[in-house]
């Protein structure tokens, strides 16, 4: 609210990002992460399905339309993180709304998982986008920067030339 100070307002922000009690770490989960996370089996269940979206969206005009450098749908931090190349992303999700268009017309599987996962849509810092990373780029090792949300990567494709690819 304008009336209160702007220590008042920078410490709810900060509450809301750094929460006292909980640890700051990574959590890397490579394997049988649906065990561990609700989410995770969720995603990891709907793979096909999501991968097919994935896949039609890239064919559709609509794509072009949507994609933005990295850091145009997040915080200005996140495009240190674009490494050497080109890393470009797609909003479905961001300050607990839809990107209806998307969501009715490309990503309805993906749409519902939000829906159906509070952890998601009642934290206001939440987003889900589609990110992609061109030939050729990398993007340093890196964590988020609050304790009071964990961040997913699941890769719906991954190049196969020249060996693994690092996630």
Do not use: M
């Not at 749908?73 to 998307?102: C, E």
């Not at 939000?114 to 780029?137: D, F, K």
Request: charged letters at 20%.
């Amino acid at each position: 609210h304008p009336t209160l100070p702007i220590e008042s307002v920078h410490s709810i922000v900060a509450s809301e990002w750094y929460h006292p009690g909980l640890t700051h770490q990574a959590v890397w989960c490579e394997k049988d992460c649906g065990q561990q996370f609700r989410l995770a089996r969720q995603l990891d269940a709907n793979y096909d399905l999501i991968k097919k979206e994935v896949d039609d969206f890239w064919r559709h005009p609509d794509a072009a339309k949507e994609l933005k450098g990295v850091g145009s749908h997040t915080t200005q931090f996140d495009r240190s993180l674009a490494g050497n190349g080109t890393w470009v992303d797609v909003r479905i999700w961001r300050g607990r709304a839809f990107n209806k268009h998307l969501c009715e017309n490309h990503f309805r599987v993906i749409c519902s998982i939000v829906e159906a996962s509070p952890e998601i849509w009642t934290n206001p810092w939440s987003h889900v986008l589609l990110s992609v990373l061109t030939p050729g780029s990398w993007s340093p090792f890196h964590q988020g920067l609050t304790n009071g949300q964990l961040t997913y990567h699941f890769p719906v494709g991954l190049p196969a030339a020249r060996g693994v690819p690092e996630l």
